[in-house]
């Protein structure tokens, strides 16, 4: 099993930044790919950014230019930098990790930006 611990989320306003982190335990070896999703309310959770282990990144076209998605290989931790946050970034964020075709979960980190 591998277990995923967000960090970092909080309230910001608008034009501001936050740094989530994730950090990564148990059955590490092997982990693939690692990523953040976020749902916000009464919608569907979806992908942010991800990253896979040789460092290769995807955004969603909202985020790009705004969101940096970073890795330490070193550590099992897997970061986001997140710049010129809008009102529309607000929701929860999750943390994910693939490992041998099965996807781990974090409990999610809640992000909120006010106008």
């Known amino acids: 099993q591998v277990q995923l611990v967000e960090s970092g989320g909080g309230l910001v306003q608008a034009g501001g930044s936050l740094r989530l982190s994730c950090a990564a335990s148990g059955i590490i070896f092997s982990i693939n790919a690692m990523g953040w999703y976020r749902q916000a309310p009464g919608k569907q959770r979806e992908l942010v950014a991800v990253i896979s282990s040789g460092g290769r990144t995807n955004y969603a076209d909202s985020v790009k230019g705004r969101f940096t998605i970073s890795r330490d290989n070193a550590k099992i931790t897997v970061y986001l930098q997140m710049n010129s946050l809008k009102p529309e970034d607000t929701a929860v964020y999750y943390c994910?990790?693939?490992?041998?075709?099965?996807?781990?979960w974090g409990k999610g980190t809640l992000v909120t930006v006010s106008p």
């Open positions: 994910n990790a693939e490992r041998n075709g099965m996807d781990y």
